[in-house]
């Protein structure tokens, strides 16, 4: 390789990659440039040599794809939260069919070139869709910020009207941080880790209730805020702080305390409504989950007599899609605020056959089977990181007739995918939509036992 940081090449781009940059070849060294688009010509600086690849920065394009498009959004290039945002959205979920073939190409699970990619399931409207927001707080001189990093680096961007962002969240988190400057609430430095360091709104879209937390280092005082944020926004229900005095990237500590309202809002999907704590996960993007948990419903194909795992349950939202179609549901989650929030949202929907329990699937599921439960079907929907090794032996260990895997992570998918094929067929992965204008994408895979 005889390239070199500064060096300025011209490059033409053959596709893009699974974080949605351009990818070429010059001299047959492979070249990733972020913003550059497949079919561009492009000429391009190196910015960083690696043994088997060089990153690079577009200086001017040549040729521009007829598929790029200008960015609606200001601070587009700065805030790197959005990454494909100058591709013409229909290309955009074509481009997410791609990533998913990738991602089978190079973790090359069994009989992988014959699986069934069905197209992505975009949005008519893909904007302000994030129906939760969840911004870093810091302090430039007297003057409070709320943002996101830029990539690779600890700037925080100050961002007042995001072009994803649920509206009405984005208007909350402006007053906040108006609220942060008049009340002289202690923010979080890296320098001197004490005060607010991040906060959370989240909105539900069917009840317009809102939910807050601030994550802080140690205690402070947000009585007076809290009272002036009520005043002016009623619809607010739930005020929590969450305590992380830990100097990592983790954004959440153990101990989360009610400071104000409600325990839980309520929300709603498909046909039935359910209370969010505060730290409990649920989809961000309310109008595709309707979309996803439709196709979990189709890719399950459940009788009367099933018994169903939910694993990663949450709140319990996917299983109590079935548990009027089936014998009985079962979930567990790692967060004890969602067991319990999942428990009482199945009390509340007069749900019999249900139970939840806190702990890992990997765990539980082996106490289940060893009291005599046997599951006809699992659901895992696992976080970006994908299966536990230890839950996958647990999974290939029992082995139930059918399992559907929802996945936020095509590489973590496809990698698990290695393991699950040895006992499954896969039948077919439907992309959703569920992140317009990012690289990343949804998938719902719907697997049977081999006979």
């Known amino acids: 390789m005889n390239l070199a940081v500064k060096q300025r090449i011209p490059l033409k781009i053959k596709k893009m990659g699974i974080n ?28 960083k040599v690696q043994r088997n690849f060089v990153e690079a920065s577009i200086l001017k394009i040549n040729k521009p794809s007829k598929f790029r498009v200008t960015p609606a959004c200001p601070i587009y290039e700065a805030c790197g939260g959005c990454q494909i945002m100058h591709l013409r959205y229909d290309k955009q979920l074509v481009f997410k069919d791609d990533i998913i073939r990738q991602a089978l190409k190079k973790f090359k699970p069994t009989g992988y070139e014959t699986y069934e990619i069905r197209s992505t399931l975009g949005m008519t409207n893909p904007i302000h869709y994030r129906a939760k927001l969840q911004f870093q707080i810091r302090q430039v001189g007297k003057k409070v910020i709320a943002g996101l990093y830029a990539e690779n680096s600890h700037r925080l961007i100050d961002i007042k009207d995001c072009l994803v962002q649920d509206e009405e969240t984005q208007f909350v988190i402006n007053h906040v941080v108006h609220l942060l400057e008049k009340h002289r609430v202690p923010i979080y430095q890296e320098r001197r880790a004490e005060g607010v360091r991040t906060v959370m709104v989240r909105r539900a879209k069917k009840t317009g209730e809102l939910q807050l937390i601030f994550v802080a280092s140690r205690e402070v005082r947000l009585s007076p805020l809290i009272q002036d944020l009520i005043a002016k926004f009623p619809q607010v229900k739930t005020v929590a702080l969450n305590l992380n005095r830990a100097r990592t990237s983790e954004i959440y500590g153990q101990k989360t305390e009610i400071l104000w309202g409600q ?13 969010l704590s505060p730290r409990a996960f649920y989809q961000l993007n309310p109008e595709q989950t309707e979309k996803l948990y439709a196709q979990v419903i189709e890719a399950l194909d459940v009788k009367e007599t099933d018994h169903i795992i939910d694993a990663y349950c949450g709140v319990g939202t996917i299983g109590f899609a079935f548990a009027k179609k089936v014998k009985s549901v079962r979930g567990m989650d790692i967060i004890p605020e969602a067991i319990e929030d999942a428990k009482n949202n199945a009390a509340n929907m007069g749900f019999t056959n249900t139970y939840y329990e806190t702990g890992k699937a990997e765990d539980i599921i082996p106490k289940w089977y060893s009291q005599g439960y046997r599951a006809d079907a699992l659901i895992v929907d696992p976080p970006r990181t994908g299966l536990d090794d230890k839950l996958l032996k647990t999974i290939l260990t029992y082995a139930p007739e059918k399992m559907v895997y929802v996945s936020c992570n095509t590489s973590t998918l496809a990698r698990d995918l290695v393991s699950l094929s040895q006992v499954y067929e896969v039948v077919y992965i439907q992309s959703v939509d569920m992140f317009p204008h990012t690289a990343r994408t949804e998938a719902v895979v719907k697997l049977i036992k081999k006979t």
């Open 263 to 275: 325990k839980a809002i309520e929300e709603s999907v498909l046909d039935y409504y359910f209370s």
């Open 20 to 47: 949605g940059e351009g990818i070429g070849f010059y001299k047959k060294t492979l070249v990733f440039v972020p913003g550059a688009l497949k079919g561009e010509e492009v000429f391009c600086q190196i910015t």
